[in-house]
């Protein structure tokens, strides 16, 4: 009998040898690794020291940024939803559009708030964007200011808007709230260091 397998089982070895390497290389799936995704995730996932100043610094730079591009959009943006939707999602921010404060789920801060640009409305002073820390630091409000233009009153219904405004009146403001822990984890690295601490 021959030492290592008769003529009869070597055909059977060989193909159980063959069967067991594809198994093999089929439960191994050679996926190819998004090595830019995890390259991202993992300095998302470092630990980082920033200051109150900095997340002030960086929630300024990035409610300046969308109200740029809010500002771009018809009617001030008031009725491109997807858009503030899709600004939102890549800020980390919720962001909402707020002409009417009857709606007990606002905060005292955004209260406070959107009374200070009415009294500007009224007035007739400048109406600017304003950045506000909420309780302990864990979320901020950046206020975005829409007054009554010619294009927006015009198109007031539709927008949701009463009909009493008038011109340079105070149309509503959009909140964008970030949250501390996400503004820190979507803000790169580069942009951090720019920052003084």
């Known amino acids: 009998m021959d030492l290592f397998l008769s003529r009869r089982?070597?055909?059977?070895?060989?193909?159980s040898n063959l069967l067991l390497?594809?198994?093999l290389v089929i439960s191994c799936e050679f996926k190819r690794l998004d090595a830019q995704r995890i390259q991202q995730e993992m300095k998302s996932q470092q630990i980082r020291q920033v200051t109150a100043a900095q997340v002030?610094?960086?929630?300024?730079?990035?409610?300046?940024?969308?109200?740029?591009?809010?500002g771009k959009l018809p009617l001030h943006g008031i009725t491109s939803l997807p858009q503030a939707d899709s600004l939102a999602k890549?800020?980390?921010?919720?962001?909402?559009?707020?002409?009417?404060?009857?709606?007990?789920?606002?905060?005292?801060?955004?209260?406070?708030v959107f009374d200070a640009y009415r009294y500007n409305a009224t007035h007739r002073l400048p109406q600017e964007n304003n950045l506000q820390k909420l309780g302990d630091?864990?979320?901020?409000?950046?206020?975005?200011?829409?007054?009554?233009?010619k294009p927006?009153?015009?198109?007031?219904?539709?927008?949701?808007?009463?009909?009493s405004l008038q011109e340079k009146d105070l149309a509503g403001v959009w909140t964008v709230y970030f949250n501390r822990k996400e503004l820190i984890r979507l803000v790169s690295p580069k942009e951090l260091d720019a920052l003084p601490r």
């Not at 089982?9 to 193909?15: D, K, T, V």
């Not at 960086?58 to 740029?68: C, H, M, P, R």
């Not at 890549?90 to 801060?109: C, E, H, M, Q, W």
């Open 90 to 112: 890549t800020y980390g921010a919720r962001i909402r559009f707020v002409s009417n404060l009857a709606d007990p789920s606002f905060d005292v801060k955004t209260r406070e």
């Open 9 to 15: 089982l070597r055909p059977f070895w060989l193909a």
């Open 56 to 70: 002030s610094a960086i929630a300024a730079q990035w409610g300046e940024k969308i109200a740029a591009e809010l």
């Open 152 to 163: 927006l009153l015009d198109a007031g219904k539709a927008a949701g808007l009463p009909a």
């Open 21 to 23: 390497i594809g198994i």
């Open 137 to 149: 630091g864990s979320e901020w409000l950046y206020t975005i200011p829409v007054t009554a233009d």
